[in-house]
């Protein structure tokens, strides 16, 4: 598949996903004319991995942050939502 209209973008989405997977790119056709392509974006790898977690860890033991419970992060909530929105938060 090298070529896909714009009509072929809604029925024919399952063969663009796997042609994307494999690695190819496609060029879209609108009334008869090349007016872009469509390729795969690049792999970048994860955003957050357990290596990233592991570090924050670390720096939560270094910065020696307080340990609150869910009441008393609850409170602080309503307290900043009724500073912030006034009397009428529900």
Do not use: C, W
Request: hydrophobic share 30%.
């Amino acid at each position: 598949m090298n070529l896909i209209t714009t009509t072929e973008l809604r029925t024919k989405s399952n063969e663009l996903i796997n042609t994307l997977l494999s690695g190819r790119s496609v060029n879209l056709i609108h009334r008869s004319r090349i007016i872009g392509e469509v390729s795969p974006k690049k792999n970048l790898g994860k955003a957050f991995t357990q290596k990233d977690a592991e570090n924050i860890q670390k720096l939560s033991r270094k910065l020696n942050l307080p340990i609150i419970s869910d009441e008393e992060i609850e409170k602080r909530y309503r307290k900043a939502m009724m500073k912030k929105h006034g009397q009428y938060f529900s």
